[in-house]
């Protein structure tokens, strides 16, 4: 496995995977609509559009591994674009999923263990229960993973789903819509409130971005059983806890507490013994991950 081309580079995972990869020896191309900034030295990268299939055609071929990071919705908004989910990011990834037939291309695909799931008692959450999830975000993920799962099974034996928890980290932008770590932190050093939808008890499992890549890239050379991987701590937090967790980092975080959203799910954590048998290592505590954080942004703000 050598050659490895990542579609959304520029986002904040494809750029930790792509730094991460450029470090283990891959040969790195990335492809994404928006212009990069401050490109990783001896990666090759297009901008280009997901959604054009020439584009997309001519940037997979000849590649060892195709990772798809590419998302145009986020859980809060997936219940009024929820159209374009299915029109676009769906629809083109069953096309992705076409071009690679006939070819020895693994593809690994960005899952979300948030919001695949929905609702369940029973908590680690593993890979084998059945997802019903509870918003089109969590559906339209469903909805490509399954397609994925046909094309396993009839055609091309090489496409791997990675069901990712809550992730946080360098590089994270939590005015797209998702990362409350990263919301609290920045809010935090900025002396300002950090809102919380709810009333603060919704527990959920973050992960450090920096051991997410390294889960994700142990999958590069796996040629086992499984297609279905959930990337995670396999602990949860609530956010009141992770509130309590960044005063002990002598910070001043005040909340503003507001409506809570239907969208939400209650509690997640995601079993991760499964990747674990990959990836034989234990993943950052949320108190080391956060202070790693916390001193990457007080010296880049
Ligand atoms: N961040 C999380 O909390 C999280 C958790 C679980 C799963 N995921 C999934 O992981 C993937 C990456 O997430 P992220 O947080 O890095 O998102 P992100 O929004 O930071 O990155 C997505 C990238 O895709 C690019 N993109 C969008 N439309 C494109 C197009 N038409 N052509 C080319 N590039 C295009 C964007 O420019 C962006 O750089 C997504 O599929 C997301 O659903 C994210």
């Not at 090759?44 to 054009?52: A, E, R, T, V, W």
């Not at 676009?88 to 076409?98: E, G, S």
């Not at 690994?108 to 799931?117: A, D, K, M, Q, R």
């Not at 701590?233 to 980092?249: A, D, H, K, P, T």
């Amino acid at each position: 496995m050598k050659t490895i081309q990542i579609l959304g580079g520029a986002g904040f995972i494809g750029k930790n995977l792509i730094t991460y990869l450029v470090k283990s020896g891959y040969q790195v191309s990335c492809m994404d609509h928006t212009k990069i900034e401050n490109p990783c030295k001896g990666v090759s990268y297009i901008q280009g559009d997901f959604f054009d299939e020439k584009e997309l055609q001519s940037v997979i071929k000849g590649k060892d591994c195709v990772i798809h990071a590419v998302s145009t919705l986020n859980p809060g908004n997936s219940n009024e674009l929820y159209m374009q989910g299915y029109e676009k990011d769906f629809i083109q990834t069953v096309r992705l999923c076409r071009m690679l037939i006939g070819t020895t291309t693994k593809l690994i695909f960005l899952s979300s263990g948030g919001t695949v799931y929905g609702v369940h008692d029973d908590q680690p959450i593993s890979e084998d229960v059945i997802p019903h999830p509870i918003n089109h975000y969590g559906n339209i993920k469903l909805c490509i993973e399954n397609t994925m799962r046909s094309f396993n099974y009839q055609t091309h034996n090489k496409m791997l789903i990675v069901r990712i928890s809550n992730p946080y980290g360098p590089g994270q932008d939590f005015t797209k819509g998702v990362g409350f770590i990263d919301a609290a932190l920045k809010q935090a050093l900025n002396e300002k409130p950090v809102e919380i939808w709810g009333d603060g008890e919704n527990v959920r499992d973050y992960i450090y971005i920096e051991d997410v890549c390294k889960m994700i890239c142990s999958l590069l050379e796996y040629s086992g059983p499984y297609d279905t991987f959930n990337i995670s701590s396999g602990i949860g937090y609530s956010q009141n806890e992770v509130v309590e967790l960044i005063r002990r980092q002598g910070l001043d975080l005040q909340v503003v507490y507001k409506g809570k959203r239907s969208v939400d799910i209650k509690k997640i954590i995601l079993d991760n013994s499964r990747i674990k048998t990959v990836w034989r290592y234990q993943p950052m505590s949320l108190e080391k991950g956060m202070q790693k954080y916390l001193k990457y942004l007080q010296q880049t703000i």
